[in-house]
Every structure is written in structure tokens, then in C-alpha cells.
């Protein structure tokens, strides 16, 4: 027993596999972090399993998709083989006596490798059959895929091995010191450490996996040849795997040349399959170059680049498209945000609004009830259930709903979302052939966004350069933010493409509800209100202290802030990508003013929109005294509003730690959600008219109800995740909300307020 004990201890994949948790860390954290995803102990929130698991390319998942991601876990693998032999080889340099050393060592080093790829077939399996809905054909042939694809990169990138590599037998003739002469000292440096690990510090293996699986032990062949020759077999060894590396880069460099090309979007996860590719590489260069230096070079490389990003010149800024970036930058100050929203700019801006609603009051013979429509952030996931309940709200009033509309607000997805549909309803009523009733809507709006943001990412940001194009005589990099428009471009029909101001007279002859958009100000936290015409009474103060100076201003109006810079022509893509910019993927959007202004996602101030509802109410309060019978606010909430409080138990020392911040976070849609009520129940003490509220929720307990049982991932969460890609089975169930009970009373409830008459919208 002990001695199979010891030849099991001493052979050389549990020793490769012993070594990696001593000296390769990050490396074993590579693979950690890949069964975490996959197993959905990481990510789960944001959907990152599903990527995994359900990949999705060209907006399709089949054996395309299944097959790429079998390409880049075979390319994930061969760079964890190539990085280990660089580094660790020649702590065993047994090996490097065999014929074809690398193939062995890569065959003796495969237990993790094969420790994830059983994991993750087993889960995407199980995940298949109990969400996709899909036959056993499919399934069977989506799994192929993978097998293929991981089959064939394998078996081509270990031919390649199998013909160039060098072995003792080979090479028997060639001396190192000649070779050392020629070298760099850098070089010279690291494989003269390796000889002296190769003659001193070798690791104890007694038996080793052969090709054909069979266990041979190791013979005295390890001390028969030179150990000078063994360690020059590696560093010939070491060039058909730099050979590998470059190649590698030299895709990913080409892909990005062709990164708008939807063939060449790969999904999401096989992005990051690469990514970590290329980090294992990395670590590897480090780790054979520096030694046990390498983590101390690593941090001094990371300071240097944190140092020249920082500095404006290697800095790059994601621009909105349509706005100058030749002028002269526009100055934030306290003097300028009161001048953009003093009296007289309220005064004016008042009367254009004034002149939208008086138009639309004219299209109903009775005062109407007056609806301003709410939509909250989250994602791909609110971006659908914000078009799907605007769609199901507006079939059931025969369109009464947003014709008897005047506003909407809200954040991210959402507002996504509704201006997608307002959209198709006011080219319908401007009698084009299009039915915004239509499911093929649904199917375009819940469209993939997340693989060609991800891959641009990879692609473009990181190792690529920087191509340009023209938007409004102005020219722009091609970067993420470019890459989220063109993608909401493509999946919304090219209707929304247009500049901001084309929707002014639309809005303004009451055809249309007006969009109010109010991303967040990262360097003061302000709202910055974009509107197809200037709106400063929103950010304009409405304190009744007059006497008292230190009055906060709320925010700054776009255009009066952009004013001779025509803010008409921003792009009302680039508007709503400011208002969906989803932290680390959609990224900041950096304004031409001194200083530059970040811009951020309008859920951080106000996740629901209501707020602003309020404030429009307020400001035209006497205008809807006079000319409607009530305002009703249609909150469309991808979240359920009141919930049950959970119990903190089981506090570990982590939690503890992190509960000041963590309590924040996860309570912050409450914290708005109080702040709305408050205001909401002040209004009858300025409004004499009824305001009602509806609410139409998405609520992850009516999922469980209405499709069943729960995957294993999803067991404990059966919320869709908040990401720019949903599955089929998420979008299904956010479709199927609108069937709960409490959203059909909801529904029932717009019925009785808004009627369900025919339209009557004239046509000017």
C-alpha cells in the first residue's frame, strides 16, 4: 500500500500538479475562476454562466457557437501546457531525455485541463435539457460541436508539436556554451538559472503517462545525458511555442481589423477565453524572463502603464457622437450652471413645453387623463420587459396609452426600450407599414448586444489600434461606444438612427410623448438632462427659500449647456448609450467642457425615472389643473417594489467587513424607491387633481410559477440576469410576467383610466 502510495504521490502529472499549487498560482486561479463561472458560483447575477453555457453566435445557439467555444478552451488549454513548460520543465528534465518532450509533459499536465472540461460539458448539458428546450438531436449536436471544435485545435497545434519539437537524441551534437555567448544577458542570465535548477533542484517523479496511456517509469536515462544538453533541448523547445504565442496575437490583431464584421463577433465567453489566454501567456513571459523576480517586474509594468493612462496624452476618451471635438472646450462652472438655468432660460424653455401640451390637449374633446410613463435600468433584461409592457399595455387600449402620454423617463435598458417603441408607434400613425404590435419586435429588441461589446473589448480596445469614422462632419474613433450604437443600431432597424433634434417637432405637435434623458454627472453627481429641446426647468431649482443662497442646482441642461454647438445634432443613439452606460462593459462617456465631464448611468440618481415625473408634474402643475381630469404614472419596474426583508445570518468575518458598503448597494433601489414616495405623496398639497400610480412589475417568483422548475444554477435566483444578453428561456419568462395577476389588475387598471377608444391623431 505504501508503495503504491508513493508511485502514485511521485508520478509526474500529480507532481506538475503539486508544482502549479506551489509556484503557479495564478495560473491554478485561472482555472478556478472558469469552474466558478460555469458551475454559476461566480457571476450568476449578470448572466456569466449563461454565456458559458448557452453561447450565442450571430445571434443563433448551435453547433457554430458550441464549436468556437470548443476552439478557444482547446487554445485556453495549450496555452496552460505551453506557459507550464516554459517555466517548469526544466524542473524535470527527465523529460527532456524523451523523444518529443513537450507532448509528453502536456499529456502528464492535463488533469486540470481535464478537471474543467468534464465540469463543463456535464453543466452545459444539464443546462440545455432542463432551459433550452431543445431535442436530443440538437443537444447532441451542440455538444458535438464543442468536442469538434476542442478536438481539432488540439489536434492541430499538437501535429505542429509532434514534427518540430527537438529531443536529446535529436540535438545531442549543439553546445550550450556557444549558444549562451550570443545571447542578451537577460537570456544568458535566465538559462543559467535554469541549469542550475536543472542540475540541483530537480522535483522527485518516479513514473510518467506515455501516449498510450500506459505508466512507464522514469529510466537512467535522466542521469545518462548532459544536463546542459536537456536544458538546451527546452530553450530549442521554447521557440515553436513563442511561434504558437505570436500567432495567437497576430489573430486577435487581425480580428479586430475586421471587428464590425458580425462573422468575426465571437460569443462573449470564448472573448474571455482568449483574454485569459493571453493573460496565462503573459505570466508565462514573466515567469521565464524574470524568474522569481517576475511578480515584482509585473507590478512595476502595471505602475508604469497606470502612470502614462493617467496622463492626457495616453488617455482615451469615449466621445458623444455628433458633438464637436475641435472647439473649444465649454467651461463647467458654478457661475454657468446658474446662468443655464436662470429665470429666463425657465421662462422659455417653460414655453416650449407649454406649446407641446397645449397641442396635445387638442387631440381629445374631454380633459384626459394626463400619463407620464416611468422605466427602470437593468440591462438587456429591462430593455425587454419596458418594450413588452408598453407593447401589451398599448394592444389593450387600442393605443390609447401613448397617445394620451406626454413624457417619459427612467434609466438604461428601459429607456431603451420605450423609445424603441415610441418609435414604431409614431411611424405607424404617420402611416408607414409598420405594426408595433408585432412578436418580431420582442425577438429584435432582446437581440444579443453583449458579444460584439465584449469582443471589441478584446479586440479593439486593448490590442488594437484606432480606425475612424464620420458622424455629423466630425470624425470619432471606433471604439466600444461605437460598437454598442452600431449593434442597438442594427437590432432596432436603423429607426433610431437620427440626431437628437429631428424628434423636436414630432414632440412638439403632441404626436409623441417627449423622452427625457438624465444620466449622471460622475464628477458631481448632477443629472444631465438631454431632451430634443432644452429643458432647464428639470434642473432648475424649485426651493421656495429664495432668500437663501446656498440652493444646490439639480443638474444642467444639455443644450443650454452646449448652446452654438448644435446639441441638435448629438445623436440620439449616443443619448440613450449615456443613459445605459453598464459599469465596466457600455463605457463612461467624456464630454468636450473644461473640466471634462464623465458621464454615467442615469440609475445611479434615479433608477425608476420617477422622480422627474414629479418634477414635470410640479413645474406645469397649474397647466394640468386647468386642462386634465388626473395624471397617471406608469411605473414599468423590472424588479418587484415591495419585498420581504431577508435575515442576516450566519455573518462571516468577510461579510462583517463588507456589510457598510454591500448594505448600500443592495438596498439602493429602496433608498430611491422611498425618496419617490415621498415626493409622490407631497403632490396633493400642490396638484388638485387625482395622480394615480401602476406599476407594472417584473417579478422573478412569477417566472418560477409560470415556467416550472429551476436549473441547478438558477435555483436560488430565477430573476433573468442583469446583462446585454439574455437566453431564450430569460426572455420567455419576462414575456410571460405580463400574464401574473397582479399585472393583468395593473393593465386593467390603464384600461379604466386611459379608455380604450380609437386613435385620434391628426396628421400635420
Request: proline share 4%; glycine share 6%; net charge positive.
Amino acid at each position: 500500500m505504501t508503495e503504491r502510495r508513493s508511485s502514485i504521490l511521485y508520478s509526474f502529472p500529480v507532481q506538475l500538479l503539486l508544482t502549479h499549487f506551489k509556484r503557479n498560482q495564478l495560473m491554478i486561479l485561472g482555472w478556478l475562476v472558469l469552474l466558478a463561472m460555469v458551475t454559476g458560483n461566480f457571476g450568476k447575477y449578470l448572466g456569466i454562466p449563461y454565456l458559458f453555457l448557452d453561447p450565442e453566435y450571430m445571434d443563433r445557439v448551435n453547433f457554430t457557437s458550441f464549436f468556437i467555444m470548443g476552439l478557444t478552451t482547446a487554445g485556453y488549454a495549450a496555452a496552460f501546457n505551453i506557459t507550464s513548460y516554459i517555466t517548469e520543465g526544466h524542473r524535470f528534465s527527465f523529460i527532456g531525455a524523451l523523444p518529443r518532450p513537450f507532448t509528453k509533459f502536456a499529456l502528464n499536465n492535463s488533469i486540470l485541463p481535464m478537471v474543467f472540461i468534464s465540469v463543463y460539458i456535464f453543466q452545459m448539458v444539464a443546462f440545455q435539457v432542463s432551459n433550452a428546450n431543445i431535442g436530443i438531436l440538437d443537444l447532441a449536436v451542440n455538444i458535438s460541436g464543442f468536442l469538434f471544435g476542442l478536438l481539432s485545435l488540439t489536434a492541430l497545434l499538437y501535429t505542429y508539436f509532434f514534427f518540430t519539437q527537438k529531443d536529446i537524441f535529436r540535438y545531442v551534437v549543439c553546445r550550450l556554451d556557444a549558444r549562451l555567448k550570443k545571447t542578451v544577458p537577460i537570456t544568458k542570465a535566465s538559462a543559467l538559472r535554469k541549469l542550475d535548477i536543472a542540475r540541483k533542484k530537480q522535483e522527485r517523479v518516479d513514473n510518467y503517462l506515455d501516449y498510450d496511456f500506459s505508466i512507464k517509469k522514469v529510466g537512467t536515462e535522466k542521469e545518462f545525458y548532459d544536463k546542459q544538453l536537456i536544458v538546451q533541448v527546452f530553450d530549442q523547445n521554447h521557440f515553436n511555442l513563442v511561434v504558437i504565442e505570436l500567432t495567437l496575437f497576430l489573430f486577435i490583431l487581425l480580428l479586430g481589423i475586421f471587428k464590425d464584421v458580425p462573422a468575426f463577433q465571437i460569443p462573449a465567453a470564448a472573448t474571455f477565453m482568449i483574454f485569459l489566454t493571453v493573460f496565462v501567456m503573459i505570466a508565462g513571459a514573466f515567469g521565464y524572463w524574470f524568474g522569481g523576480w517576475s511578480g515584482t517586474a509585473a507590478l512595476i509594468l502595471f505602475l508604469v502603464m497606470n502612470y502614462l493612462i493617467g496622463i492626457e496624452f495616453f488617455s482615451r476618451r469615449f466621445e458623444a457622437f455628433g458633438l464637436s471635438n475641435k472647439d473649444v472646450p465649454v467651461k463647467y462652472s458654478r457661475q454657468n450652471l446658474v446662468l443655464w438655468s436662470d429665470s429666463v432660460a425657465i421662462k422659455d424653455d417653460k414655453s416650449l413645453t407649454l406649446q407641446q401640451l397645449n397641442n396635445w390637449r387638442a387631440k381629445f374633446k374631454e380633459p384626459p387623463t394626463m400619463v407620464l410613463l416611468c422605466t427602470s435600468g437593468g440591462g438587456k433584461r429591462s430593455t425587454l420587459w419596458s418594450f413588452a409592457a408598453l407593447q401589451e399595455a398599448d394592444r389593450q387600449t387600442n393605443g390609447q396609452l401613448i397617445n394620451h402620454s406626454v413624457l417619459i423617463t427612467g434609466a438604461s435598458g428601459g429607456l431603451i426600450g420605450a423609445s424603441y417603441y415610441r418609435e414604431l408607434w409614431y411611424r405607424k400613425n404617420e402611416g408607414q407599414p409598420v405594426d408595433p404590435y408585432a412578436g418580431s419586435y420582442l425577438q429584435d429588441i432582446s437581440s444579443d448586444n453583449l458579444n460584439p461589446l465584449i469582443f471589441s473589448l478584446l479586440a479593439n480596445d486593448i490590442f488594437s489600434g484606432s480606425r475612424t469614422f464620420k458622424y455629423g462632419g466630425f470624425s470619432y474613433r471606433k471604439d466600444r461606444a461605437f460598437t454598442f450604437e452600431q449593434q442597438l443600431n442594427k437590432i432596432t432597424g436603423d429607426l433610431m438612427d437620427k440626431p437628437l433634434g429631428e424628434y423636436r417637432a414630432p414632440e412638439l405637435s403632441g404626436k409623441i410623448p417627449m423622452i427625457v434623458l438624465a444620466p449622471t454627472i460622475v464628477n458631481d453627481g448632477r443629472k444631465l438632462y438631454i431632451a430634443s429641446r432644452p429643458v432647464s426647468f428639470f434642473p432648475g431649482s424649485s426651493s421656495v427659500f429664495e432668500s437663501y443662497d446656498g440652493n444646490k442646482i439639480a443638474g444642467v441642461d444639455f443644450h443650454r449647456m452646449f448652446e452654438g454647438r448644435q446639441p441638435d445634432s448629438l445623436r440620439f443613439l449616443s443619448a440613450l448609450r449615456m443613459s445605459a452606460t453598464f459599469p465596466y462593459i457600455t463605457p463612461n462617456t467624456t464630454l468636450p467642457s473644461d473640466p471634462p465631464l464623465l458621464i454615467m448611468d442615469a440609475g445611479i440618481s434615479d433608477n425608476f425615472g420617477v422622480s422627474d415625473a414629479v418634477r414635470f408634474l410640479f413645474v406645469f402643475r397649474d397647466w394640468i389643473q386647468q386642462n386634465t381630469s388626473g395624471a397617471l404614472v406608469l411605473s414599468i419596474r423590472d424588479s418587484p417594489k415591495i419585498r420581504e426583508t431577508k435575515k442576516l445570518s450566519g455573518q462571516s468575518i468577510v461579510d462583517q467587513i463588507t456589510q457598510p458598503i454591500s448594505s448600500v448597494y443592495n438596498n439602493f433601489e429602496n433608498f430611491q424607491d422611498i425618496n419617490s414616495d415621498f415626493l409622490m405623496t407631497q403632490s396633493p398639497t400642490w396638484l388638485k387633481v387625482p395622480v394615480y400610480r401602476v406599476d407594472l412589475e417584473y417579478e422573478a417568483s412569477d417566472y418560477v410559477s409560470i415556467l416550472g422548475k429551476m436549473d441547478s444554477i438558477r435555483q436560488n435566483s430565477a430573476r433573468a440576469s442583469l446583462s446585454w444578453r439574455l437566453t431564450n428561456r430569460e426572455k420567455r419568462g419576462i414575456i410571460a410576467n405580463l400574464k401574473s395577476a397582479k399585472n393583468q389588475k395593473a393593465l386593467e387598471k390603464i384600461r379604466t383610466l386611459v379608455g380604450s377608444g380609437s386613435i385620434s391623431i391628426e396628421k400635420k
